[in-house]
Each structure stands twice: as C-alpha cells, then as structure tokens.
C-alpha cells in the first residue's frame, strides 16, 4: 500500500500524522474514519496556488457533496474557499459551520421550492439554475423576498469523460443542465438576462467525476469559452463568471494515474489563459469545483479483523466490522480500493485475500483481491483514500451505526463526527403505542 500524505510506519504500525492506528481505534473505535487534516489543508492551498491567474479571479469551491460536516465546512471557511451545495440539507451545514452566505454556490437539477426559500433567505451568493421551472420559482421567492438573485446557468457542452457510467454527467442524454446544442437555450439565457429579479452571471458545466484527462477538462474550457463567447455576441451582454465544475480523477490503487496536481492546474489556467485570448473573451471569474480531489486521499478507515473465512473456491475471506454501510462505492461503482494490515506493515505478502464487510448483502464486498501478510483476528484493516463519498454516502443498513469521524494533526486528534449509538438509530422511530394516527 503506498503510504499517502502524513503516514508513516514505526515498529510494524501505521501512524497517520504522528498517531498509531491501534491508538486511535482503542480511543474512538472501530471502524474510524480518520482524516489527515495537514494533507487536507496543503492540498487546499496547492489549488488556490496553482488555479490562480493574473489575467482574471480564480475561485475554488469545494463541492461539500464528497465530504461535510461542521468541522470540514470550517476548515473549507478558514482556508477561504467558496463552497458548492445541493441540498437544504448541505446548506444548513454550511450555514451552521460559519459559511458566509455570499460564498456559497447552490447547485442541483431539483431543488424544492422550499430548498430555494431557505437559499434566499440566508443569501446564498449563487444559484446555479438547472431548468426553466427552477427560474421560474427564484424569480417569484426573489420578488416576494425582495432580493436580487445572481445565478449561473449549468450548460451541458456534451463533453465525454471516460470515467464510470454513473458519474458522467454531460452525455447528451444528461438530466443535468441545459444543452448548448439546444435551440431553447440562448432564448431562456436572454430571458434570464431581462430578469428584474435576477442577475444572470455566466455558466457552469461539469463533465463528470474520477476523469484522469487533462485533455477532457481542456476541451470543456474551450468549449464553454466558445459558447460564452457566442452568447456574449448573439444577446450583445457581457458575463462574469464561467464555472468549470470539478471531476478532477485521484488515486485509489495502482491502476489510478492522477495528475500531478500542479502541474495540471497550471497548465489548467494556461490553457484558459489562452483560449481567452485567442477568442477575445473575458469574464472576470473562472471557478473550478473539487471535491474528490482535494478530500480523498486525506481520508483513511480503519477496520478491525473478523472471521477469515476460506470458501472452496477463490481467495479466502476477510471480515471486517463495517462494509458497504461505511463504503458503498465498491458495491455502487464497482470502485477499487488498497489495504494494509495496519499493525503488521513490514511483514511479507502471505496471500491475496478478499476483504468483505458484514453486511447481509453477497456484493458487500470491499476488496475483491488484495495482497496481505498474514492476517489474525483483531488486526487493523487500513483502507486508504477513503476520504469523499464514503462518509457522504454511508447508510444505516441492517441498522449498523455509522463510525465516527476523527481529524488528526500534529499527534493530536480531534472527534469532528461522533460514533452514532444504537440510540440514534431509534432517535426518530416512533412506537405504536401511545395511541393510533387516523389520517
Ligand atoms: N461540481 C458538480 C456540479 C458536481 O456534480 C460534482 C460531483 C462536483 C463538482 C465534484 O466532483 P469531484 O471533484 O468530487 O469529482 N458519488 C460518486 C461521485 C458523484 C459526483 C457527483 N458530482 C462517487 O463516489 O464516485
């Protein structure tokens, strides 16, 4: 297992940021999520330093989607990103943590009614319309609000990404976003534009998750840039804001090439740079919207070792006390992960184990092949670069409580989610006694 950000080996164990495993899951238990708050923040800081331009604004803006809860949203607020939500859900969390409204961009292709009056209401700076009834619904809370509403309008530039099917989002066939091959769209762009109530800002797009070309995120800038430009020129209006979404592909196993971040983002920006230029065009901001990238390979689970179990087939099993409750990516996307015995790190291979967690489900598996030393019950599982849509993602299936969530810095570690109890799985279960509801 390759060692990422702030591990490190000491005596056989693995430390993450300066604490051993075997501490950190005697003190908060098993499974933990546990994420590297230094590796987090440095890479914050690689975005804002490498996207940034002389020629216009950059603005990052972590899409809270892949991981959030109050801790996170600090620290994203402390470090001055902008942040992306698409839910009253994510919003209130944001709002909650501190998030200044006017950062918060508010994203997805259905957003309740109810969803956009709460947006409004706390001064969500934007508001990325999906669809004509989504502006239709601003425009009327906007006017009996008062407030003038700035807004994006996601377009779908019909980009292929080669990423899993379930993660593409700008096919042809997309529910996200208007086509820019759609006669309609320049027409409702004008009628956003004439708005009493609302400031039409620019575009967004976002071709899809886990993509490893550059040359896909390339082409999307070039073609966006394109689109704006002709929309500039057909409606005679100037925009502010092109949002390129996020997508940016990381590494989970051997098979992962990820950019060298960068690099990426400066040729990124350079790109831009001069795609602008050779088109004339220029908006005052360009935003880019990570989420994976700047959380996943800060976040490691641990595990504590089952039952091993040997089938008459195959490779044998190892349990382990969460599954796709913790994870469900494996069993979702087919996603592959690495593993280490997280207290036997020096020791040789012994065998290819499958690691499957404890879930009454044949696809709860976690692993499907995985090289290991010898493994015993009560070992520590690490899986790495768990950090997005594993906690955002997990379940409460057959009624396992989620792990608490512990960021570690320095040697220090602080709880930013609790262990949730078998209490909190009864917290809004209702008995039948005490009298029937007749509706
Ligand atoms: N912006 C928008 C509008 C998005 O829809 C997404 C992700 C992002 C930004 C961030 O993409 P990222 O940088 O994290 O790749 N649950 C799936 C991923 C779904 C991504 C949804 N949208 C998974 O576990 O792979």
Known sequence: ???????????????????????????????????????????????????????????????????????????????????????????????????????????????????????????VGTFVVDNDYEFTWLQEIAEAEGRRIRVLLRVNPGIEAHTHEYIQTTNHDSKFGVSIFDKQTIPFVEQMHHSEWLDFAGFHCHIGSQVFEAESFFKEASEMLAYAKKVEEELGIELNEINLGGGFGVYYTAEDQPFELATFLAQYIQHIETTMEELGIHPEVISIEPGR??????????YTIGGIKETIVGHPYLFVDGGMTDNPRPITYQAKYDAAIATRMKEPIHQTYRVAGKCCESGDVLIKEVDLPKAAPGDLLVIPSTGAYNYSMSSNYNRIPRPAVVFVENGEARVAVKRETYADLLRNDMRMEGGTHVI
Not at 293 to 302: E, F, K, Q
């Open 293 to 302: 990238s700047l959380i996943n390979n800060s976040g490691s689970t641990l």
């Open 1 to 123: 297992m390759k060692l990422l950000g702030n591990m490190a080996i000491e005596q056989q164990e693995l430390t993450i940021a300066g604490i051993r495993a075997s501490e950190l899951v005697q003190t908060y238990g098993s499974p933990l999520y546990v994420v590297d708050q230094k590796d987090l923040t440095d890479r914050i800081q690689t975005f804002v330093t490498h996207f940034s331009s002389e020629k216009f604004q950059t603005n990052i803006v972590y899409a809270s989607k892949a991981f959030t809860n109050l801790y996170m949203a600090q620290i994203v607020a402390r470090e001055g990103l902008s942040l992306d939500v698409v839910s009253g859900g994510e919003l209130y969390t944001a709002i909650e943590a501190g998030v200044d409204p006017a950062k918060i961009y508010f994203h997805g292709n259905n957003k309740l009614p109810s969803e956009l009056e709460e947006a409004v209401a706390a001064g």
